[in-house]
Structures are given as C-alpha cells and as structure tokens.
C-alpha cells in the first residue's frame, strides 16, 4: 500500500498529496504525461492508441487504446479538449483496468464471519451487491486504507478487481457488481484517489438524480457559461446541429456534478448520448460532463466497445432513446450555472479534504482505497471503495434497487443538494 500522510486532518491520505497542482487541475500536462507513460503501452497489452474524431461531426477530440488480451474490455475510449488530452486520457483507461485485473497485493481466503470474530477490520456492507452476501462463505479479501484513521481495512478482492471472466466470478464469489466504478489512475497516488472519489461521487449523484426525475428540473441556462473551455464544447455541438442540455445534478454531498445530453435531429442523426462529470470545480466538471457526451456519441458510432449490446443498434431501441430524449429536451433551460460554490484548491490535498468534509457532512465518512501502483511499472492507479454510495446501475437497470440513498431519493425525501 502507499505510505499515507501522519499529522493530517485525514491521515489516510496518500503522502504525496500535498504536491501542488501543475497544469488544469493536475500536476503535469497531457503531453508530459503521455511521453512518460507511452512506453509502456506495450507492457500493458497496449497494442495502439489512435485518433476517432473523425468519425462524428463535433470535432471534439476522441481517442482509443486497445488492448486485446483484457479480462474486461479490451477498447478503451479517451477525450479531452486537445488531442493531447485525449490520448493520454485513452491510455490511462487501459492502463488502469490491466493494474487491476491482476491485483498483485496479497490476499487473505476468510469468511466475513471470521474476520469480525478476530476482531479485523473489514468492508463489504454498502458496497454495490449482484446477489446476496454470503458472510459465511470464504471470499479473497485485500487490504485498503481507509483515509479518516489511515489504519488498514480488508475488502472483498471482487470490488476492487476488473477480471470479469467467468473463472474469477466463481473464484469471487459473484456477490459484486462487476464495473469499474472508482479505479482511476493519475501522475501521483493521490491524483489517482481524487479521480476514483470523484467519479464514486458521480454515479452516486446521476444515480440520485435519475431516481427524481432529474430531467423535470431547469437545465442550465448555456448563454450564461463564460469558461473558454465549455464556450468551446458548446459551440463545437451548435456548429454539428446537435442540441444540448446541461443539469445541475449535484447530490446532498454538495461536489459539482453535472450530466450532459446531446441530441441530433433527423432520422439519420446519431443516437442521442449522455455524460457526466464530478469535480470539485464547477466548470471543469461542466467541462467533462460535455466531453463525455461528445465522447459517448463517438463510441457508439464506432460501434468497437465490447459493453454495447447488438439490441443498443436495433430500431426499436433507437426509436426509445429518441422520444425519451426528446422529452428531456421539453423543460426549462434557465438555471444559473454560477450557482454551484467552487471548492477546488491549489493541491491535491485540498480538494481532497473539501470533498471529504463534505461527504462527512451528509453521513458517508468511511472512504476506502487499495493502491494498485506497481514499481515495475511506475503509474499511479488505485481503487476507491465509499460504502454506501449508490452504483452506476442504481436508476439506470430496473432490477438495480439501491440502498438506502436511491430509497430517500425515490421518495423524494434525499438526494438533493
């Protein structure tokens, strides 16, 4: 595990977390980053990384890597505002799925049962289920930090790994949702961490918001946004004749969250396509969330994603997507975007200790990581665990109920900022 920081309000923290920000949030710019983790694509089953921009009519940049040998998908999709961006942004997504399907850190065959009776510590209660636990049952269990106490915890191998074959499901246990929610890589360990909380967060937020109706609610008022960068977005998609809305899809926890749609007219137009973006600044996750929906329209064009069904491209799935977008389209657009406080700092700790603070705030203060860093290879990844926060599926698959959060959120009674 990663050496954590003594003396600090979280002492679990990574201790390189101090180091101050370099370039747009991070701490060295895409270029730098992609001359120093290039070459070592090829060690990751990395066989190309290439352009797909082209293949719509946005002009965002898109990238892929692809990576054929992987136990989860082997084509990973990348973007950013600059080709640079976008290509580094490819080659992080493959690098960290291949860190975590081969999980290098030992590992401990035990009954939750057990371990509770040794008196260790362990996490599995609120983590996303695929069936009922087991605590009987002998699971592979890891070691996390959790960051509030710096002390160790164990956690099922199955929440933080991303081999999905049918070997490590029964190895598994199968009890765990298999996606790769909070795995996110970075130039420091604790980059890495902010990017898994940050994305842990927003699914955890579109989950929320999806389960209210979040559609109803006034999009943000596009006119108004100043930043360069999503001026830029905005314009790419008003240029290619697609229409776009922007919500405010923060949950109680208070971090900047948006989701994006872009929707096409005409009967031979791409599929509408969402995205969203969680960020301690507002206009960087405004930012993201419409570069993942340019992102997504690219990939769906491409059609190479192993996670999209044959059925995603039949008529009558096209034709459902289309009069659900439209009626999102429907509602007010006049939302401030300016409404959301900026809690990004000029380091990493910082924003991480903001966004601590607030999830502590709303009743979520066990945060857990694994660092999956390996010295031979040299690229931050690590897998972020916050029990009790909803899954991506939670709002999106009907058979996905959600915890406790997804039920105050259904009935109206949480979820909101």
């Given at each position: 595990?990663?050496?954590?920081?003594?003396?600090?309000?979280?002492?679990?923290?990574?201790?390189?977390?101090?180091?101050?920000?370099?370039?747009?949030?991070?701490?060295?710019?895409?270029?730098?980053?992609?001359?120093?983790?290039?070459?070592?694509?090829?060690?990751?089953?990395?066989?190309?990384?290439?352009?797909?921009?082209?293949?719509?009519?946005?002009?965002?940049?898109?990238?892929?890597?692809?990576?054929?040998?992987?136990?989860?998908?082997?084509?990973?999709?990348?973007?950013?505002?600059?080709?640079?961006?976008?290509?580094?942004?490819?080659?992080?997504?493959?690098?960290?799925?291949?860190?975590?399907?081969?999980?290098?850190?030992?590992?401990?065959?035990?009954?939750?049962?057990?371990?509770?009776?040794?008196?260790?510590?362990?996490?599995?209660?609120?983590?996303?289920?695929?069936?009922?636990?087991?605590?009987?049952?002998?699971?592979?269990?890891v070691a996390a930090r959790d960051v509030a106490t710096g002390g160790e915890v164990?956690?099922?191998?199955?929440?933080?790994?991303?081999?999905?074959?049918?070997?490590?499901?029964?190895?598994?246990?199968?009890?765990?949702?298999?996606?790769?929610?909070?795995?996110?890589?970075?130039?420091?360990?604790?980059?890495?961490?902010?990017?898994?909380?940050?994305?842990?967060?927003?699914?955890?937020?579109?989950?929320?918001?999806?389960?209210?109706?979040?559609?109803?609610?006034?999009?943000?008022?596009?006119?108004?946004?100043?930043?360069?960068?999503?001026?830029?977005?905005?314009?790419?998609?008003?240029?290619?004749?697609?229409?776009?809305?922007?919500?405010?899809?923060?949950?109680?926890?208070?971090?900047?969250?948006?989701?994006?749609?872009?929707?096409?007219?005409?009967?031979?137009?791409?599929?509408?396509?969402?995205?969203?973006?969680?960020?301690?600044?507002?206009?960087?996750?405004?930012?993201?969330?419409?570069?993942?929906?340019?992102?997504?329209?690219?990939?769906?064009?491409?059609?190479?994603?192993?996670?999209?069904?044959?059925?995603?491209?039949?008529?009558?799935?096209?034709?459902?997507?289309r009069r659900d977008s439209t009626r999102w389209l429907d509602g007010p657009a006049d939302a401030p975007p300016?409404?959301?406080?900026?809690?990004?700092?000029?380091?990493?700790?910082?924003?991480?200790?903001?966004?601590?603070?607030?999830?502590?705030?709303?009743?979520?203060?066990?945060?857990?990581?694994?660092?999956?860093?390996?010295?031979?290879?040299?690229?931050?990844?690590?897998?972020?665990?916050?029990?009790?926060?909803?899954?991506?599926?939670?709002?999106?698959?009907?058979?996905?109920?959600?915890?406790?959060?997804?039920?105050?959120?259904?009935?109206?009674?949480?979820?909101?900022?």
């Amino acid at each position: 595990m990663s050496a954590a920081a003594p003396g600090r309000r979280y002492p679990g923290l990574p201790a390189d977390a101090a180091r101050a920000k370099a370039h747009a949030h991070r701490a060295q710019t895409p270029e730098d980053a992609y001359a120093r983790f290039a070459p070592l694509a090829r060690r990751m089953g990395v066989t190309r990384v290439g352009a797909l921009t082209g293949l719509d009519t946005l002009g965002v940049p898109v990238c892929f890597a692809a990576r054929p040998n992987s136990r989860s998908i082997a084509v990973h999709q990348g973007k950013g505002l600059t080709l640079a961006g976008a290509r580094i942004s490819a080659l992080m997504e493959a690098a960290e799925t291949w860190h975590a399907e081969d999980v290098l850190a030992p590992v401990r065959l035990a009954r939750a049962a057990d371990l509770r009776a040794a008196g260790l510590a362990c996490a599995w209660r609120g983590l996303p289920l695929a069936r009922a636990f087991d605590d009987h049952q002998p699971i592979p269990w890891v070691a996390a930090r959790d960051v509030a106490t710096g002390g160790e915890v164990l956690v099922p191998l199955e929440a933080v790994s991303s081999d999905y074959t049918a070997e490590a499901e029964q190895r598994f246990g199968g009890y765990f949702e298999a996606t790769t929610n909070g795995l996110a890589s970075g130039s420091t360990v604790a980059e890495a961490l902010a990017h898994g909380l940050c994305e842990v967060i927003e699914r955890d937020a579109v989950a929320l918001w999806r389960l209210r109706e979040g559609h109803r609610e006034p999009a943000l008022d596009l006119d108004r946004i100043q930043d360069p960068g999503c001026r830029w977005l905005l314009e790419r998609f008003a240029s290619a004749g697609v229409r776009v809305r922007l919500w405010d899809a923060t949950s109680d926890a208070g971090v900047p969250t948006y989701l994006a749609l872009a929707v096409d007219a005409g009967e031979t137009a791409t599929d509408p396509e969402v995205g969203s973006a969680c960020h301690p600044s507002p206009v960087a996750a405004m930012v993201k969330a419409l570069a993942e929906a340019a992102q997504a329209r690219t990939t769906w064009i491409a059609g190479a994603r192993d996670d999209f069904e044959p059925a995603l491209y039949q008529a009558s799935a096209r034709s459902r997507r289309r009069r659900d977008s439209t009626r999102w389209l429907d509602g007010p657009a006049d939302a401030p975007p300016e409404a959301r406080p900026d809690l990004s700092t000029d380091s990493v700790l910082g924003d991480l200790e903001a966004i601590l603070d607030r999830l502590a705030a709303v009743g979520i203060e066990q945060v857990l990581y694994v660092d999956l860093t390996r010295p031979d290879i040299g690229i931050p990844v690590v897998r972020t665990l916050v029990p009790g926060l909803e899954s991506p599926l939670t709002g999106e698959d009907p058979a996905k109920a959600g915890g406790a959060r997804a039920a105050q959120a259904g009935s109206g009674r949480g979820g909101r900022p």
